[in-house]
Protein backbone atom coordinates (compact mmCIF):
# COMPACT_ATOMS: atom_id res chain seq x y z
CA UNK A 1 0.00 0.00 0.00
CA UNK A 2 1.16 3.28 -0.69
CA UNK A 3 2.25 5.47 2.64
CA UNK A 4 2.12 8.61 3.71
CA UNK A 5 2.01 11.09 1.64
CA UNK A 6 3.99 14.96 1.94
CA UNK A 7 4.24 17.86 0.11
CA UNK A 8 6.04 20.06 -0.32
CA UNK A 9 9.59 18.07 0.99
CA UNK A 10 11.59 21.48 1.62
CA UNK A 11 10.27 25.16 2.10
CA UNK A 12 12.45 28.74 2.43
CA UNK A 13 10.63 31.20 3.70
CA UNK A 14 10.91 34.87 5.19
CA UNK A 15 9.85 35.80 8.62
CA UNK A 16 6.45 37.14 8.54
CA UNK A 17 5.29 35.02 5.48
CA UNK A 18 2.55 32.53 5.09
CA UNK A 19 3.28 28.98 4.02
CA UNK A 20 0.88 25.43 3.98
CA UNK A 21 2.26 22.06 4.28
CA UNK A 22 0.26 19.00 2.94
CA UNK A 23 -0.28 15.54 4.01
CA UNK A 24 -2.54 12.78 2.69
CA UNK A 25 -3.06 10.08 4.72
CA UNK A 26 -2.90 6.17 3.86
CA UNK A 27 -6.02 5.07 2.72
CA UNK A 28 -8.82 4.15 5.54
CA UNK A 29 -6.39 5.53 8.19
CA UNK A 30 -8.59 7.54 10.54
CA UNK A 31 -6.68 9.05 12.18
CA UNK A 32 -3.70 11.79 11.50
CA UNK A 33 -1.44 13.34 13.46
CA UNK A 34 1.07 16.51 12.14
CA UNK A 35 4.13 16.54 14.55
CA UNK A 36 7.01 19.62 14.52
CA UNK A 37 10.73 18.43 15.05
CA UNK A 38 13.00 21.28 15.41
CA UNK A 39 16.74 20.23 14.81
CA UNK A 40 18.52 18.16 17.51
CA UNK A 41 14.81 17.30 19.72
CA UNK A 42 12.01 14.50 18.99
CA UNK A 43 8.99 15.44 17.08
CA UNK A 44 6.00 16.92 19.35
CA UNK A 45 2.70 16.36 18.08
CA UNK A 46 1.24 19.56 17.22
CA UNK A 47 -3.01 18.12 16.17
CA UNK A 48 -4.48 15.34 16.46
CA UNK A 49 -7.43 14.07 14.07
CA UNK A 50 -9.63 11.63 14.42
CA UNK A 51 -11.99 11.66 10.58
CA UNK A 52 -12.58 15.42 10.71
CA UNK A 53 -12.75 16.18 14.15
CA UNK A 54 -10.31 17.33 16.61
CA UNK A 55 -8.78 15.33 19.22
CA UNK A 56 -5.76 17.03 20.71
CA UNK A 57 -4.51 20.65 19.36
CA UNK A 58 -3.15 21.65 23.32
CA UNK A 59 0.09 22.18 22.01
CA UNK A 60 -0.26 23.86 18.68
CA UNK A 61 0.39 27.76 18.89
CA UNK A 62 -3.47 28.96 18.07
CA UNK A 63 -2.43 32.65 17.63
CA UNK A 64 0.06 31.30 14.05
CA UNK A 65 -1.00 27.78 13.48
CA UNK A 66 -3.78 26.44 11.96
CA UNK A 67 -4.54 22.99 10.82
CA UNK A 68 -7.79 21.20 8.79
CA UNK A 69 -9.16 17.91 7.59
CA UNK A 70 -11.94 18.53 5.36
CA UNK A 71 -13.66 15.60 4.60
CA UNK A 72 -11.66 13.31 6.85
CA UNK A 73 -9.43 12.43 3.88
CA UNK A 74 -6.41 14.88 3.26
CA UNK A 75 -4.94 17.83 6.00
CA UNK A 76 -3.29 20.74 5.57
CA UNK A 77 -1.03 22.56 8.50
CA UNK A 78 -0.33 26.76 7.71
CA UNK A 79 1.98 28.98 9.24
CA UNK A 80 1.02 32.63 9.46
CA UNK A 81 2.86 34.61 9.89
CA UNK A 82 6.12 32.34 10.07
CA UNK A 83 8.44 33.08 12.74
CA UNK A 84 12.48 32.10 12.77
CA UNK A 85 11.67 29.33 15.97
CA UNK A 86 8.99 28.03 13.27
CA UNK A 87 12.19 26.46 11.48
CA UNK A 88 11.94 22.43 11.29
CA UNK A 89 10.74 19.36 9.72
CA UNK A 90 6.93 18.74 9.75
CA UNK A 91 5.92 15.36 10.18
CA UNK A 92 2.59 13.88 9.38
CA UNK A 93 1.38 10.31 10.23
CA UNK A 94 -2.03 8.34 10.46
CA UNK A 95 -2.27 4.91 12.11
CA UNK A 96 -5.10 2.20 11.87
CA UNK A 97 -5.98 -0.09 14.47
CA UNK A 98 -3.28 -3.15 14.39
CA UNK A 99 -3.53 -6.77 15.12
CA UNK A 100 -2.69 -5.99 18.71
CA UNK A 101 -6.21 -3.69 19.55
CA UNK A 102 -3.53 -0.32 19.25
CA UNK A 103 -3.18 2.35 16.74
CA UNK A 104 0.26 1.93 14.93
CA UNK A 105 1.49 5.22 13.60
CA UNK A 106 2.78 5.57 9.90
CA UNK A 107 5.08 8.72 9.18
CA UNK A 108 5.54 10.64 5.91
CA UNK A 109 8.92 11.65 4.91
CA UNK A 110 8.11 15.24 6.28
CA UNK A 111 8.44 19.04 5.53
CA UNK A 112 11.84 20.52 5.89
CA UNK A 113 10.56 24.78 6.48
CA UNK A 114 13.36 26.75 6.89
CA UNK A 115 12.67 30.52 7.89
CA UNK A 116 15.28 33.43 7.43
CA UNK B 1 1.75 13.55 32.04
CA UNK B 2 5.05 11.15 30.49
CA UNK B 3 8.62 12.14 29.71
CA UNK B 4 11.22 10.29 27.93
CA UNK B 5 14.97 10.75 28.45
CA UNK B 6 17.51 9.33 25.92
CA UNK B 7 20.82 9.77 27.93
CA UNK B 8 23.18 9.64 24.89
CA UNK B 9 22.90 12.47 22.37
CA UNK B 10 25.90 10.50 20.11
CA UNK B 11 26.85 7.14 19.93
CA UNK B 12 30.05 6.59 17.75
CA UNK B 13 30.57 2.85 16.98
CA UNK B 14 32.34 0.44 14.92
CA UNK B 15 30.90 -2.14 12.72
CA UNK B 16 30.45 -5.41 14.06
CA UNK B 17 30.83 -4.24 17.36
CA UNK B 18 27.83 -4.17 19.92
CA UNK B 19 26.05 -1.32 20.66
CA UNK B 20 23.04 -0.34 23.34
CA UNK B 21 21.21 3.39 23.02
CA UNK B 22 19.75 4.17 26.65
CA UNK B 23 16.18 5.38 27.25
CA UNK B 24 14.15 6.30 30.38
CA UNK B 25 10.60 7.73 30.83
CA UNK B 26 8.68 8.58 33.48
CA UNK B 27 5.03 8.02 33.31
CA UNK B 28 2.35 8.24 36.44
CA UNK B 29 0.43 5.05 34.38
CA UNK B 30 0.98 2.68 32.46
CA UNK B 31 2.51 2.89 29.11
CA UNK B 32 3.70 1.27 25.85
CA UNK B 33 7.10 1.77 24.40
CA UNK B 34 8.72 2.11 21.26
CA UNK B 35 11.75 3.02 19.37
CA UNK B 36 11.50 4.38 15.88
CA UNK B 37 14.65 5.04 13.28
CA UNK B 38 15.08 7.65 11.18
CA UNK B 39 17.34 7.79 7.99
CA UNK B 40 18.50 11.05 6.44
CA UNK B 41 15.53 12.72 5.34
CA UNK B 42 12.69 10.23 5.54
CA UNK B 43 10.25 9.96 8.12
CA UNK B 44 10.07 7.53 11.71
CA UNK B 45 10.45 3.84 10.75
CA UNK B 46 9.14 1.81 13.42
CA UNK B 47 11.96 -0.95 14.81
CA UNK B 48 9.82 -2.52 17.91
CA UNK B 49 7.37 -2.30 20.91
CA UNK B 50 6.24 -2.77 23.91
CA UNK B 51 3.01 -3.75 25.01
CA UNK B 52 3.00 -6.70 27.59
CA UNK B 53 4.18 -9.74 28.12
CA UNK B 54 7.93 -10.69 27.68
CA UNK B 55 9.95 -7.64 28.51
CA UNK B 56 12.86 -8.65 26.06
CA UNK B 57 11.23 -7.57 23.00
CA UNK B 58 12.71 -8.15 18.78
CA UNK B 59 12.33 -5.63 16.55
CA UNK B 60 13.11 -5.44 12.63
CA UNK B 61 16.87 -5.64 11.54
CA UNK B 62 18.49 -7.55 14.21
CA UNK B 63 17.95 -5.13 17.01
CA UNK B 64 15.92 -5.68 20.39
CA UNK B 65 14.78 -4.11 23.83
CA UNK B 66 14.29 -4.54 27.36
CA UNK B 67 11.56 -3.46 29.34
CA UNK B 68 12.77 -2.54 32.79
CA UNK B 69 10.12 -1.36 35.20
CA UNK B 70 11.77 -0.93 38.27
CA UNK B 71 14.19 1.26 36.42
CA UNK B 72 11.51 3.12 33.87
CA UNK B 73 13.75 1.79 31.49
CA UNK B 74 13.45 0.65 27.90
CA UNK B 75 17.36 0.30 26.47
CA UNK B 76 17.82 -0.79 22.69
CA UNK B 77 20.64 -3.51 21.79
CA UNK B 78 21.91 -4.94 18.42
CA UNK B 79 24.88 -7.53 19.19
CA UNK B 80 26.68 -6.51 15.89
CA UNK B 81 26.19 -3.12 14.23
CA UNK B 82 26.50 -2.64 10.07
CA UNK B 83 27.22 0.86 8.28
CA UNK B 84 24.07 1.04 7.25
CA UNK B 85 22.55 1.11 11.30
CA UNK B 86 23.66 4.73 11.43
CA UNK B 87 20.79 6.64 11.74
CA UNK B 88 18.84 8.75 14.45
CA UNK B 89 17.08 6.50 16.97
CA UNK B 90 14.39 8.06 19.30
CA UNK B 91 12.62 6.61 22.03
CA UNK B 92 8.74 7.20 22.91
CA UNK B 93 5.62 6.51 24.75
CA UNK B 94 2.24 6.46 24.80
CA UNK B 95 -0.35 5.79 27.26
CA UNK B 96 -2.79 3.12 27.34
CA UNK B 97 -5.29 4.83 26.33
CA UNK B 98 -6.34 4.42 22.59
CA UNK B 99 -5.39 7.76 21.22
CA UNK B 100 -2.11 6.84 19.98
CA UNK B 101 -0.44 9.99 21.22
CA UNK B 102 3.47 9.43 21.31
CA UNK B 103 5.81 11.33 23.56
CA UNK B 104 9.65 11.27 22.23
CA UNK B 105 12.92 11.78 23.34
CA UNK B 106 15.34 13.68 22.20
CA UNK B 107 17.06 11.09 19.87
CA UNK B 108 20.47 9.29 19.71
CA UNK B 109 22.71 9.85 16.25
CA UNK B 110 24.16 6.00 15.72
CA UNK B 111 27.41 6.57 13.64
CA UNK B 112 28.52 3.62 12.92
CA UNK B 113 32.26 3.52 11.56
CA UNK B 114 34.07 0.96 9.42
Known amino acids: EAGVAQSPRYKIIEKRQSVAFWCNPI?????LYWYQQILGQGPKLLIQ????????DSQLPKDRFSAERLKGVDSTLKIQPAKLEDSAVYLC??????????????FGPGTRLTVT | AQSVTQLDSQVPVFEEAPVELRCNYSSSVSVYLFWYVQYPNQGLQLLLK??????LVKGINGFEAEFNKSQTSFHLRKPSVHISDTAEYFCAVSDRGNTGKLIFGQGTTLQVKP
Open chain 1, 93 to 106: ASSSLGTDGRYEQY
Open chain 1, 49 to 56: FQNNGVVD
Open chain 2, 50 to 55: YLSGST
Open chain 1, 27 to 31: SGHAT
